[in-house]
Nanobody, 124 residues
Framework: EVQLVESGGGLVQAGGSLRLSCAAS????????IGWFRQAPGKEHEGVSC????????YYADSVKGRFTISNDNAKNTMYLQMNSLKPEDTAVYYC?????????????????WGKGTLVTVSS
C-alpha cells in the first residue's frame, strides 16, 4: 500500500535549522503534489508547502515563505523541506501528504495519503 514516512523532526533553538524528509513508497503516479501540513498546539491544520511532480512548481504559505524550501528527489522517492530561521511559532507536528493530480492546490481535505507526522519544537 501507499506509505509516507517522515523523519528529521526534533528540538532546535530559535534561528536554527532543520531538514524534514518524507519517503514515499507503494505507488507509481505520473502526476501528484507532495508536501507538508502542520498542526501547532491548540491550532487547526495549516498547509505549509508542496511541490508538483509534473513541473516542480511549488506552493508556500505566507508564514514560511523565504525561510522554507521544498524539493523532490524523484530518483529516491524522497521529498525534503529545508527549514531555516526557525521561530517558536513554527512548533508543530508536521505531516507529509500526497494529492493525486496536477498542480499545487493544497488543502487539508484534498489529500489522498498521509504520513504519521514528525514533531518540530523550536525553543525561544
Amino acid at each position: 500500500e501507499v506509505q509516507l514516512v517522515e523523519s528529521g523532526g526534533g528540538l532546535v533553538q530559535a534561528g536554527g535549522s532543520l531538514r524534514l524528509s518524507c519517503a514515499a513508497s507503494g505507488f507509481i503516479f505520473a502526476d501528484y503534489a507532495i508536501g507538508w501540513f502542520r498542526q501547532a498546539p491548540g491550532k487547526e491544520h495549516e498547509g505549509v508547502s508542496c511541490i508538483s511532480s509534473s513541473d516542480s512548481s511549488t506552493y508556500y504559505a505566507d508564514s514560511v515563505k523565504g525561510r522554507f524550501t521544498i524539493s523532490n528527489d524523484n530518483a529516491k522517492n524522497t521529498m525534503y523541506l529545508q527549514m531555516n530561521s526557525l521561530k517558536p511559532e513554527d512548533t508543530a507536528v508536521y505531516y507529509c501528504g500526497l494529492r493525486r493530480g496536477k498542480g499545487t492546490y493544497w488543502n487539508y481535505y484534498g489529500i489522498d495519503y498521509w504520513g504519521k507526522g514528525t514533531l518540530v519544537t523550536v525553543s525561544s
